[in-house]
């Protein structure tokens, strides 16, 4: 009896149709992103609800209430930050037992598995981070909002069978569009996509990911979410020597960015280094956390209401300098003891503190800048040297402010900061942190592609051996000439002895009972299976040869890949990803 297929889903053929819809139609796929932007949107409200239910229960708040602007909390209220970094160790202790590859978030994704992540790993990130901020840790939600929108833009793209470059500018785009309700700034959001999720700007990006963006803002706005506003009033527009000034602002912000972070990847490996347990190190942190906001509560949660208070009070020198230190402080102990979440909010409410600072100092030298100025311009350099993105921060300041001229000033400072910490340190925060792992991205540019395009993938594995011991005379028997262009000699144990080529071995006066093994070439050059075109590329420009063997670790004769072939291959995969940027496969 001939078994019958099974029978078709229900849904199978109208998923069929829009996947034909979605990979042919740049429109349709716009609609998508419409889609995605408004989930994002209405998760990032969500999420941002929750969050505040859990500070007003733990720590008694009223509706409209911030943690940060707290004149003083309890002591005893603040046991909640050991109990939940507690909690955190805990959980993460248990996740970590069922896996062995880490989180992945929206930029590890997006630079090296062409946007593929798992929607499990999003809820993680998003419920640990949900539960560092509850709490009080100095770690914002902008992390949890991106994963979330970002999570759910890779499902569906996945569930669709989107194209590589299709899938990227989708996670970017649910990401962006995250961001983008949190602030209630669109422009934000997408550029937000572009500069720090997809790491790259071309056509084809463009109209999705700002679709997103704009439905994003509208869905938060439909369900009364109050977004993020730093809107302050703005004084006086800068003027030349301002812009100066700012500058120096900038390159201030690039070594207190630094600082942050080589803070927080000294505080993690000096963790290590104590040996203390994994779920353990969290609580710790929470012990650290409730003293510090014992001292100033300013130092609890994201800053947001804090940002506020210090620029409507006119705080003296040494109590902005005071509270700069003490947030600082909470914030790498926050990461460093393992708390989830951002610097994203964290380094706008700095960058503020360090702009007063700034304006404050240099008026002791008969230099004015407006303090209200130097905050926001401060808040957008430092942002850009820790979470990277200048054209981002810059449209967050325009979009709260209105104020071109202080945007102006704002993306000057931000160009600054951003060369110098390229030059100097050549890691925003997140690719930092993925450094510290052991990889060599530097920003989300799509580079998984050439790690996949392998020799193990390139090699051809119909090659020619014969024995290193065989005579000359055995070779030209064997191997005719114009049979082929390389033979692979194996030694006795059956391991690489090098490469001969068949016309060398044809060379009139040759010696017939010499060994063949005389001839051979490139005994001491392989290439391994796992190595990737621009590695493989590389071995070819020092050796100057044709063709190279691949073998496994113990010597054994995997394949043969020829120069020729990889460099056809290597154009081929990068012609792909530029017709991607351009929309020229629809």
């Not at 071109?404 to 925003?428: C, D, N």
Request: proline share 4%; aromatic share 8%.
């Amino acid at each position: 009896m001939v078994a019958l297929p099974p029978a078709p889903s229900l849904f199978a053929r109208p998923l069929a149709w829009l996947r034909a819809r979605f990979r042919a139609s740049e429109g349709w796929f716009i609609l998508l992103a419409i889609a995605v932007g408004a989930a994002a949107g209405l998760l990032t409200v969500v999420q941002s609800q929750v969050a505040h239910a859990a500070q007003a229960l733990l720590y008694g708040l009223g509706v409209d209430d911030r943690l940060s602007t707290q004149p003083l909390v309890p002591l005893v209220a603040l046991i909640w930050l050991p109990l939940g970094g507690l909690a955190l160790g805990l959980s993460g202790w248990m996740i970590a037992r069922t896996r062995t590859t880490p989180l992945i978030d929206v930029v590890e994704a997006n630079a090296l598995y062409g946007g593929r992540m798992s929607l499990r790993d999003s809820l993680i990130v998003c419920l640990q981070t949900l539960l560092s901020n509850g709490v009080g840790a100095s770690v914002g939600l902008e992390a949890a909002y991106a994963q979330a929108g970002g999570g759910v833009a890779s499902a569906l793209g996945q569930r669709l069978k989107l194209r590589r470059h299709d899938l990227r500018t989708l996670v970017g785009a649910g990401a962006g569009a995250a961001i983008g309700a949190a602030f209630g700034a669109p422009l934000t959001g997408a550029f937000y996509a572009f500069e720090i999720v997809i790491g790259s700007y071309a056509p084809s990006m463009i109209a999705p990911v700002a679709a997103a963006a704009l439905t994003s803002v509208i869905t938060a706005r439909a369900l009364g979410a109050a977004p993020y506003s730093i809107s302050v009033s703005v004084h006086q527009a800068p003027d030349v020597a301002a812009y100066l000034l700012y500058a120096g602002l900038g390159a201030v912000c690039a070594g207190v960015g630094i600082a942050i972070m080589r803070l927080v990847a000294r505080t993690e490996q000096g963790l290590r280094g104590l040996a203390l347990p994994a779920w353990l190190t969290p609580m710790i942190g929470g012990g650290v956390l409730a003293l510090l906001a014992y001292v100033s509560p300013q130092t609890l949660s994201s800053g947001h209401g804090a940002l506020h208070a210090d620029l409507a009070m006119g705080a003296s020198l040494g109590a902005l300098a005071f509270i700069l230190l003490l947030k600082t402080t909470a914030s790498v102990v926050s990461l460093g003891f393992g708390f989830r979440g951002g610097l994203f909010f964290a380094s706008l409410f700095l960058g503020s503190l360090v702009g007063q600072v700034y304006a404050q100092l240099l008026s002791h030298l008969d230099l004015v800048l407006q303090p209200e100025n130097a905050a926001l311009v401060g808040m957008g350099a430092l942002a850009v040297s820790i979470v990277g993105g200048p054209l981002t921060m810059s449209f967050l300041v325009l979009e709260t402010t209105g104020d071109f001229g202080v945007t102006a000033a704002t993306l000057a400072a931000s160009l600054v900061a951003s060369t110098i910490v390229r030059e100097r340190f050549g890691y925003s925060f997140s690719t930092w942190r993925l450094h510290l792992r052991g990889e060599t991205i530097r920003s989300a540019r799509d580079v998984g592609w050439i790690r996949t395009l392998t020799a193990g993938r390139m090699m051809r594995r119909d090659t020619a051996t014969l024995a290193a011991s065989a005579t000359l005379a055995e070779f030209r028997r064997k191997f005719p000439l114009g049979a082929t262009t390389r033979v692979i000699l194996l030694d006795d144990a059956q391991r690489y002895a090098g490469i001969v080529q068949t016309a060398k071995a044809y060379i009139e006066g040759g010696d017939l009972e010499s060994p063949v093994a005389t001839l051979a070439e490139s005994q001491d050059v392989t290439l391994s299976p796992d190595m990737n075109i621009e590695q493989v590329m590389r071995i070819f420009d020092q050796t100057e040869t044709e063709e190279l063997a691949v073998v496994d670790p113990q010597g054994a004769v995997l394949g043969l890949l020829a120069e020729a072939f990889a460099s056809r291959r290597y154009a081929k995969e990068l012609e792909k990803v530029q017709e991607g940027l351009f929309g020229e496969r629809r």
